[in-house]
């Protein structure tokens, strides 16, 4: 079982409201993902890091935006929460290694009314 | 176009039956290819992983193997249990990458009856 975590698993809110996702891990990994997955759809990244003071934006253009000022975590931001953001995010790290695998965490369930 | 496409799209058998999963790519350079088994509310977890040079590749139950000139892939699962009812994922990395991105399929659901 990997130690990465993500809370709240599950999130209802109302429109125009600022939201954090949480994203720790205890691995001491260097590199950490967020991923965008809708019901059926592959998973979009959206934003990484290689490390401390490090963030990218992904494939998938996002409105959310991320910092990283520690090495175990990892918090993803919606400034202002719209219908078109309710998906599932997915929090990822992976030691910085050639082939090493990634982590998932359990994922959090957004839901924007 | 998705570079990493699965079939069947979903999936029905009986516990205790086995079955395969398909997975075809186009990423170049290729790197490895993984098998994520995703469990419904769940972040996927790593089942195998295969490099160029490996044809085949066993975890338990579950046997992946890869044709690295024909970009395709398969998973085998035998004896399948209620357990084993999961989205399964192929997810292929390409070499050139130090991010260590990583392309995804959209998975098979399988679905296990008792």
Known sequence: EADIYQTPRYLVIGTGKK??????????????????????????????????????????????????????????????????????????????????????????????? | KNQVEQSPQSLIILEGKNCTLQCNYTVSPFSNLRWYKQDTGRGPVSLTIMTFSENTKSNGRYTATLDADTKQSSLH??????????????????RGSTLGRLYFGRGTQLTVWP
């Open chain 1, 19 to 113: 939201i954090t996702l949480e994203c720790s891990q205890t691995m001491g990994h260097d590199k950490m993902y967020w991923y965008q997955q809708d019901p059926g759809m592959e998973l979009h990244l959206i934003h990484y890091s290689y490390g401390v003071n490090s963030t990218e934006k992904g494939d998938l253009s996002s409105e959310s935006t991320v910092s990283r000022i520690r090495t175990e975590h990892f918090p993803l931001t919606l400034e202002s929460a719209r219908p078109s953001h309710t998906s599932q995010y997915l929090c990822a790290s992976r030691a910085d290694r050639v082939q090493e695998t990634q982590y998932f965490g359990p994922g959090t369930r957004l839901l924007v009314l």
């Open chain 2, 77 to 94: 699962i035998t004896a399948s249990q209620l357990s084993d009812s999961a989205s399964y994922i192929c997810v292929v990395s390409d």
